[in-house]
């Protein structure tokens, strides 16, 4: 019985690993074989041994993958590009928003004689060169006024040339004080932005109407 168990166990070492002989005869050939006997006398002093493991997965040769790194960088550069030219875009039509309609609110406050408000959305040195109270007089003197109703401001459209400029062109209507012609001009104002408000000129506003201006008059 003991004997029964030993061998079974040299069986199933042998049959779990198996080892490979090498060796070169004198014409220089490689030979194989897995049963030592067979190996002729004069060549076992120069067997080389392998083992060989029948669960061992074989290698395979595998030929790296080339790196995406820089496709990967491409993409991000190009979604990048793309999402700061969409963010330019935006911002740009925003500015041009807040100084058209600063505008409007500049041409209402004309509208209503309110000339005080008015001086206010004055640029820095349109104010510095004339004081509040005179700018107020010249406003009350000035034999035009602006049209009611549809007629004050349209078609308004706005051009940024930078964050802090503007040019606003609309169509305004300018009537006498007198009563008589409206004349609608088609006006472009320089906006500044001074200190997080959209300005203008004040003596744009003064002058106007011009008379060199293409108008259309209505009665």
């Keep these: 019985m003991r004997i029964a168990v ?9 049959t779990g690993r198996a080892e490979t002989y090498r060796w070169v005869d004198e014409k220089g050939t490689e030979n194989f074989t897995s049963d030592y006997r067979s190996i002729p006398d004069k060549y076992r002093d120069q067997v080389k041994t392998k083992r060989d493991e029948p669960d061992a997965k074989p290698k395979i ?82 034999s035009w006024g602006l049209a009611s109703s549809w007629e004050t401001i349209q078609n308004l459209e706005a051009e ?8 606003v062109t609309a169509k305004i209507g300018h009537k006498s004080k007198q009563g008589g012609n409206i004349k609608i001009l088609t006006e472009t104002f320089q906006m500044k932005l001074e200190n997080g408000v959209w300005k203008t000129d004040l003596s744009k506003i003064l002058k106007a109407p011009s008379g060199n201006r293409k108008a259309a008059r209505h009665h």
């Design 61 to 142: 040769d595998e030929k790296p993958q080339k790196p995406l790194k820089k496709d990967i960088a491409k993409g991000s550069e190009k979604s990048s590009g793309k999402d700061r030219a969409g963010e330019q875009k935006a911002s740009k039509r925003r500015i041009e928003s807040d100084a058209a309609e600063a505008l409007q609110t500049i041409i209402s406050l004309w509208k209503d004689e309110r000339y005080e408000a008015l001086y206010e959305y004055g640029t820095r040195s349109s104010r510095a060169g004339m004081a509040k109270e005179n700018f107020i007089h010249k406003m009350e003197k000035n």
């Design 160 to 167: 940024s040339k930078s964050p802090t400029v503007v040019y």
């Design 6 to 14: 030993i061998l079974f166990i040299i069986f199933i070492a042998s």
